[in-house]
């Protein structure tokens, strides 16, 4: 039972463009949620989160979108630069259980 | 230590053996998580540790996973009769206090059963 889908794999966008990351999930009591960017061989790193009692938040080139009705939440980093490139998961919590999406690989081609 | 430290960093291992990964989170840290990442999948949860007890080890796939915390610090994933299926990273992630910020994860152990 998958509660946290991104349902793409990959993304590559320009360097100084708009990067624009997805996800969807499907319970609705979830009340945390947060995005985690991973390089290869390391632990995913805390990026961003949000409150479900609220709908962006923005920290320098980073925003999460919240759509509660819509279940759906959105990374955006603007400008991209090359060193974003990496794995980037979405997740959803209630209370200590934090549900992950399957990653999205954004590369940012210079 | 500074973060959260995962030993080995690589474990190749026969069908049927019996492995322990560790886990040694950052200090202080009462909460303390273990994950598995399948190739192409999110990290799953395994099991949560607030303290010495497991708070809830809801994610444990079956009686061959077990994990421990004794003294409250470092944890011990354990895994009995492996199975070419339990081949994946093995992540361990610690927060102060618990709750779903404050996460720090550990670089993760690789395993593979051959």
């Known amino acids: 039972d998958q509660q946290v889908k991104q349902n793409s794999p990959s993304l590559s966008v320009q360097e100084g463009r708009i990067s624009i990351l997805n996800c969807d999930y499907t319970n609705s009591m979830f009340d945390y949620f947060l995005w985690y960017k991973k390089y290869p061989a390391e632990g995913p790193t805390f990026l961003i989160s949000?409150?479900?009692?609220?709908d962006k938040n923005e920290d320098g080139r980073f925003t999460v979108f919240l759509n509660k009705s819509a279940k759906h939440l959105s990374l955006h980093i603007v400008p991209s630069q090359p060193g974003d490139s990496a794995v980037y998961f979405c997740?959803?919590?209630?209370?200590?259980?934090?549900?992950f999406g399957a990653g999205t690989r954004l590369t940012v081609k210079p | 230590g500074a973060g959260v430290s995962q030993t080995p960093s690589n474990k190749v291992t026969e069908k049927g053996k019996y492995v322990e990964l560790r886990c040694d989170p950052i200090s202080g840290h009462t909460a303390l998580y273990w994950y598995r990442q399948s190739l192409g999948q999110g990290p799953e949860f395994l099991i949560y540790?607030?303290?010495?007890?497991?708070?809830?080890d809801s994610g444990l796939p079956n009686d061959r996973f077990f994990a421990v915390r004794p003294e409250g610090s470092v944890s011990t994933l354990k895994i009995q009769r492996t199975e070419r299926g339990d081949s994946a990273v093995y992540l361990c992630a610690s927060s102060p206090t618990g709750g779903s910020y404050g996460y720090t994860f550990g670089s993760g152990t690789r395993l593979t059963v051959v």
């Open positions: 997740a959803a919590s209630l209370n200590n259980d934090m549900r």
């Open positions: 949000i409150s479900s009692i609220k």
């Open positions: 540790f607030q303290g010495t007890g497991a708070a809830d």
